[in-house]
């Protein structure tokens, strides 16, 4: 009896032992077993023991963040492993006999043991650190993914029966497949091949090469393959004669000059990016849903054959035509970046995508298609576009994209979509346009010139153009348009159907007489009825005599630096009716600038003045002078520095003048280090006296051609701000190069530089246009006039000015005192010094340090008090404080 209970005792205690808890050295290996499903602790003690461990055939254990998998030994049943995603840097499965798929994509492994897994069917290593890989052992595998990693060498051998392949992103110069006979899929790419032999790979049925320095590739016997893609190669022939089942091909960045897919009639996709071809011959492809020939250098392409065509990219080619008329399934059609002049799409009821910017379109009939989205933009010759019945996107935006067409004049769209089209018009960087859901598209021209009767005995040739006046042009498509004539006196204006009212408006009418007269209601105009054109000249003639004399002074070049030259041009002009002789002057600043020259040369010179007379100034005439000063440097005394003005008058005199308010004009010029050379100034500065708000301000526009190429027509707009500046007293003055203006909607100004093929040349590349405008007499002082004007050099997106702001608020007289308002101490300094206010009343918005030069050295915010200048060099320093009493300035020396 004993000897029984002995015996039963040592078998519990055999039963027990058996089922060994495991302690796990990573707890998140734990954790995951412990949240696994199908649950692993099936006993829900919250612990793994061997018995447990040993039932388990699956284990999906990825995104885990397991740095440590020891305890897989103790699973050794398994045959599927999911460990992708986590921290490993080693892993023993030798005692995973039984595994037969292993996904370890995402991790830090440097070698892997593989020969005891005999039974590998699947294996993946993606994005790992492998040197090396030994599946010598692992003839079963049938799936090997082992990109991104550092493998020099791979031995397939003994693969015999791997079906998919894929090795990307690792070091190889040589792979040998040809044992690999069983091989469907096969993808190489970013490795370092010079050659590939699949001459044996009989059933490959996908093939992927990219990033490689192949030349050439055999694909002669691959007569099963359906997929082909050659991506970023030295490959510039391609034989696919043999390949009559291939259904997608794709070759992106390789030099093939020609390609022959004739016999390729099982074709559904082709894909071409970037290429030599000049010619692609797809007629006997009629299985084509997705064709891609883009960046190449086709100059035609036919696709009239290919009806099942649902997405067609032709862009960045060279095409004069493309039709699809017989493409009625397509989707989608890409075809911008090339020379088109005409695209009919009306025919497309399913297109849904439309690009076709950057071509030489003249109009474009969209209409009754499914669009949902259209590109037209950057079309020079675009007149007429037709985009009725569609379902255009409305959010996050239109979409309807058609910037840089100059030449658009009429868009037809659905009457939903008319407002939100016609609103994109009214902003910054778009050319007036009629927007109307009657696509009736014939538009009309109104143009004429204005002549001076010089010698009183009626207009003819022997007289000069008369541009000191406007029209305002009423009804219709234009709303309200004020339209200008060119120096020369001629005008035209481009408007659509309907009926118009024009009145000629003098900037002083009561010095002309204009026949025909002004008529009450104004004159009318109506088209069709009146013609395509509508000739309207104006013959003007002086009513009596009147004295009236102008000037302006405009800077020349980017504007004034320390230690330069700097020039100007004063310009003054007879706007009365009687022949005028006088004199100009400028008052200008002695100490700090030196006459360099003067053309014609000054009659007199004195203190701060220069002074030219004049004689036989006839009306209408206007004479220039040029004046050239050297600025003094930050070293001369006084000195000249970064944000300093100068400050010019200039006056002309004459009998007396009817409008003496424009004979004397200032010029405040802020002198700076750099310049943008794209800009917007006033150019009385950024201030202005409450009791000068009658007075015009005078405003120029500059602007540089920055391209590789000369730009062959220039537009500048400037959206007039009405709350703060009169738009009825806009007078354009002069400009750089022949221009027009015309005034839309009471406030958007268009200077349009038409064929100014402004060169890109540093020393050509410049243009300007200066106006006059005043500001609205209900301002008061503390009020703000901000300004900007956008520039556009022919199709480009639009160079955006700064903000020029004008301030009403007296002018301080006299300059601010440092000692006044501060202390800097200590001075000399080795490093840090400390700014002690001692006056409250004063407003600091930021502070710069100058070196003797200039030239900006240190910048602070306006409450910054305390300065570590260590970093400077042993010299002596300028500290401006830039505040709302103007510029205050000190010295301080810095020293070791």
């Known amino acids: 009896m004993k000897k029984i209970t002995l015996l039963g005792i040592l078998l519990c205690l055999n039963l027990v032992t058996y089922a060994t808890d495991i302690v796990f050295t990573d707890i998140n290996f734990k954790n995951a077993l412990l949240n696994h499903a199908p649950a692993i602790d099936t006993n829900g003690d919250g612990i793994i023991n061997t018995e447990e461990a040993e039932e388990v055939t699956r284990l999906d254990l990825k995104n885990s963040n397991i740095t440590d998998l020891t305890e897989i030994k103790y699973f050794i049943n398994l045959t599927y492993l999911e460990i992708s995603n986590n921290q490993l840097e080693n892993l023993d499965i030798t005692k995973n006999t039984k595994l037969g798929t292993l996904y370890c994509n995402s991790n830090k492994l440097s070698t892997l043991d593989l ?152 074709l559904t996709n082709l894909y071409i990016n970037g290429s030599k071809l000049s010619s692609l011959d797809v007629t006997q492809n009629s299985n084509l849903i997705s064709l891609s020939v883009n960046y190449s250098l086709l100059k035609q392409l036919d696709v009239t054959q290919n009806i099942s065509l649902r997405k067609l990219g032709c862009y960045s080619n060279e095409l004069i035509n493309l039709d699809v008329t017989n493409n009625v399934d397509l989707v989608d059609l890409k075809c911008y970046g090339n020379q088109l002049t005409k695209l009919d799409v009306s025919g497309n009821s399913d297109l849904k995508y439309l690009w076709c910017g950057g071509n030489q379109l003249e109009s474009l009939d969209a209409r009754n298609c499914n669009l949902s989205q259209v590109d037209f933009t950057n079309n020079p010759k675009l007149t007429k576009v037709y985009l009725t019945d569609q379902k255009f996107q409305t959010t996050p935006q239109l979409g309807i994209s058609f910037s840089n067409c100059p030449e658009l004049k009429f868009i037809c769209v659905d009457e939903e979509y008319v407002a939100p089209v016609q609103n994109l018009f009214n902003t910054p960087g778009y050319t007036p346009c009629d927007v109307n859901n009657n696509c009736d598209d014939n538009y009309y021209t109104i ?369 601010p005192v440092f000692t006044d308002y501060f202390t800097l101490s200590p001075n000399p300094t080795t490093g840090v010094m400390s700014l002690t206010p001692l006056n409250s009343d004063i407003a600091v918005q930021h502070i710069s340090i100058h070196d003797i030069t200039g030239r900006i050295v240190g910048f602070f915010s306006g409450d910054t008090r305390d300065f570590n200048v260590s970093y400077l060099y042993a010299n002596t320093y300028f500290m401006k404080i830039h505040s709302d009493k103007g510029v205050l300035t000190t010295t301080f020396i810095k020293i070791n």
């Open 115 to 266: 020969s005891q897994n005999l039974y590998l069917s699947t294996l993946f290593l993606f994005k790992n650190k492998l040197t090396s890989l030994d599946i010598s052992n692992n003839t079963n595998l049938y799936h090997l993914q082992v990109a991104n990693n550092n493998l020099s060498s791979l031995d397939l051998l003994n693969s015999i029966n791997l079906r998919f392949l894929d090795i990307q992103s690792n070091p190889l110069t040589t792979i040998d497949v040809s044992k690999n006979r069983e091989l469907t899929n096969l993808t190489i790419g970013n490795n370092e091949l010079v050659s590939l032999d699949v001459t044996q790979n009989i059933n490959l049925t996908a093939l992927t090469i990219e990033r490689n320095a192949l030349t050439s590739l055999d694909i002669s016997q691959n007569i099963k393959l359906k997929s082909l893609s050659i991506n970023n190669t030295l490959i510039e022939s391609l034989d696919v004669f043999q390949n009559v089942n291939l259904t997608h091909l794709y070759m992106i960045n390789i030099g093939l000059s020609s390609l022959d897919v004739t016999q390729n009639s099982n």
């Open 447 to 815: 143009s004429g010139k204005i002549t001076y009767d010089l010698d009183t005995n009626g207009c003819d040739t022997n007289d000069i153009g008369f541009a000191d006046l406007k029209f305002a042009l009423s009804g219709g498509s234009v709303g309200f348009r004020e339209v200008f004539p060119a120096n020369s006196g001629t005008y035209s204006t481009a408007v659509n159907q309907g009926d118009y009212f024009m009145f000629p408006i003098f900037e002083n009418p009561t010095y002309f007489n204009i026949d025909p007269a002004p008529s009450f209601p104004p004159i009318p105009i109506s088209f069709p009825a009146d013609g395509p054109i509508v000739i309207k000249d104006f013959c003007i003639t002086p009513n009596g005599i009147y004295n009236d004399l102008e000037v302006l002074i405009i800077p020349i070049g980017v504007g004034p630096r320390p230690g330069f030259d700097t020039g100007y041009t004063i310009i003054y002009k007879n706007k009365g009716t009687s022949t005028q002789s006088g004199s100009v002057t400028l008052d200008y600043m002695q100490d700090i600038l030196s006459l360099v020259s003067s053309s014609p040369n000054t009659a007199t010179t004195s203190t701060n003045q220069l002074s030219w007379s004049f004689s036989d100034l006839k009306p209408l005439e206007s004479r220039e002078i040029t004046v050239v000063f050297n600025i003094n440097k930050p070293t001369d005394n006084p000195a000249v520095n970064d944000g300093d003005i100068l400050s010019y008058t200039a006056t002309v005199t004459g009998t007396t003048d009817e409008t003496p308010i424009d004979n004397v004009v200032p010029l405040n010029q802020t002198v700076r280090n750099s310049y943008d050379p794209n800009d917007k100034i006033c150019l009385e500065g950024d201030i202005i006296e409450p009791t000068d708000l009658d007075k015009y301000l005078h405003y120029m526009i500059r602007f540089e051609n920055k391209g590789t190429a000369d730009a062959i027509n220039v537009i500048v707009k400037d959206d007039i701000d009405t709350t703060t500046l009169d738009i009825k007293s806009f007078i354009p003055l002069k400009a750089s190069h022949s221009y027009t203006t015309i005034i839309n909607n009471k406030k958007e100004v268009e200077f349009v530089f038409n064929n100014i093929n402004l060169p890109f040349d540093d020393a050509n590349n410049d243009g300007y246009i200066l106006f006059k405008i005043k500001p609205k007499p209900t301002l008061i002082e503390g009020d703000v006039i901000n300004n900007k004007a956008a520039i556009y050099f022919d199709f480009n997106l639009p160079v955006i000015t700064d903000v020029e702001t004008v301030t009403v608020k007296k002018k301080i007289i006299e300059e």
